[in-house]
């Protein structure tokens, strides 16, 4: 019985400990997707699609070369694949003056953006790679990508701004040449 109390005050804390831990949720910075005003431009469908692991709404994290930690109390507030594709097109926009991109899908043309990697790392880095695939037009070529930018700072607060900041990269290297 002495050794039993004991263990059940331990066991209770420790439940305790982890019920008090808060979900916290994450939104891109620049994922409100914005039609850009008075715009002649060709219309053309902005696709995401996330490698499989990140369609689970964690945070990623690498932390050594070869594990992936998925967050359970930092998750994206909404699905992550609608917002890049919203940050994406809003950062296309800003590169290109002959295509017009959108999330909706009512054009003949689309860039389909495919998401093999969107995560920080122990290395203090954030990483995003994929590529890129047009559909319905010719003369434009898709593009591979690769990413890697360093985090400014510790925690998901400072990596989720780091991913935002690379989105930017990715679109202009994926960006049609006008």
């Known amino acids: 019985m002495k050794i039993l109390l004991p263990l059940v005050c331990a066991v209770s804390l420790t439940l305790g400990a982890c019920a008090g831990n808060p979900i916290t949720y994450y939104q891109l910075p620049g994922s409100n997707y914005q039609l850009p005003a008075g715009s002649q431009r060709i219309p053309v469908q902005l696709k995401v699609v996330l490698a499989e692991r990140l369609n689970q709404g964690n945070l990623v994290y690498q932390d050594s070369p070869t594990t992936l930690h998925f967050a359970q109390q930092h998750l994206w507030a909404d699905d992550l694949g609608d917002e890049i594709s919203q940050t994406l097109a809003n950062e296309l926009n800003k590169q290109s003056i002959r295509y017009l991109f959108t999330p909706e899908n009512?054009?003949?043309?689309?860039?389909?953006?495919?998401?093999?990697?969107?995560?920080?790392?122990?290395?203090?880095?954030?990483?995003?790679?994929?590529?890129?695939?047009?559909?319905?037009?010719?003369?434009?070529?898709?593009?591979?990508?690769?990413?890697?930018?360093?985090?400014?700072?510790?925690?998901?607060n400072n990596m989720v701004n780091?991913?935002?900041?690379?989105?930017?990269?990715?679109?202009k290297s994926i960006a049609p040449y006008n």
């Open 106 to 156: 009512k054009t003949k043309t689309t860039l389909t953006v495919y998401i093999q990697s969107f995560q920080g790392s122990y290395d203090g880095y954030i990483y995003i790679s994929g590529y890129s695939s047009w559909q319905g037009i010719n003369n434009e070529q898709g593009q591979n990508f690769n990413v890697r930018l360093p985090q400014q700072g510790n925690g998901y």
């Open 162 to 171: 780091a991913l935002a900041q690379g989105l930017s990269n990715v679109a």
